[in-house]
């Protein structure tokens, strides 16, 4: 590892700013955001090539909201899609959890990857 990924790689302190916007953010639909403990390993995982950082997490977020903030919120519980950054090649799979009179996205995983496949549908974004 060199000196400089030390400045690169997401802290816990980062990452909680990270879920507070997006609660602030996905909040107005009624939908919560949770990060799993994988999501958040893997965010600082080396097989990313490039670290994932919390500035491209927060445009993800923001990006996807503006595009398919209703829809995201329609989905029936268990629903599952993948957040797809066409500029980032950042993609995150997630679920969403029916929690009685909010929704909440689980993001399960993250991962940068430029041929990512997915079963379930790809929510992409520029």
């Given at each position: 590892m060199?000196l400089?990924d030390l400045f690169?790689?997401v802290?816990?302190?980062q990452?909680?700013d990270?879920e507070?916007?997006?609660?602030?953010l996905?909040?107005?639909l009624?939908?919560?955001?949770?990060?799993?403990?994988?999501f958040?390993?893997?965010?600082?995982d080396e097989?990313?090539g490039k670290?994932?950082t919390?500035?491209e997490?927060?445009?993800?977020?923001?990006?996807e909201?503006?595009?398919y903030?209703?829809?995201v919120?329609?989905?029936?519980?268990?629903?599952?899609?993948?957040?797809?950054?066409?500029?980032?090649?950042v993609?995150?799979p997630?679920?969403?959890?029916?929690r009685?009179d909010t929704?909440?996205?689980v993001?399960?995983?993250?991962m940068?990857?430029q041929?990512?496949?997915?079963?379930?549908?790809?929510?992409?974004?520029?």
């Amino acid at each position: 590892m060199k000196l400089n990924d030390l400045f690169e790689r997401v802290s816990p302190k980062q990452m909680m700013d990270v879920e507070k916007f997006c609660d602030a953010l996905w909040g107005k639909l009624g939908i919560d955001v949770s990060f799993t403990k994988h999501f958040i390993e893997r965010v600082n995982d080396e097989r990313n090539g490039k670290d994932i950082t919390a500035a491209e997490l927060i445009r993800l977020f923001k990006k996807e909201y503006e595009k398919y903030g209703k829809s995201v919120a329609k989905m029936d519980a268990e629903a599952e899609a993948v957040f797809h950054d066409l500029l980032t090649l950042v993609n995150l799979p997630f679920v969403v959890k029916d929690r009685g009179d909010t929704k909440t996205i689980v993001a399960k995983t993250v991962m940068r990857k430029q041929d990512f496949k997915s079963t379930t549908p790809l929510l992409s974004v520029k």
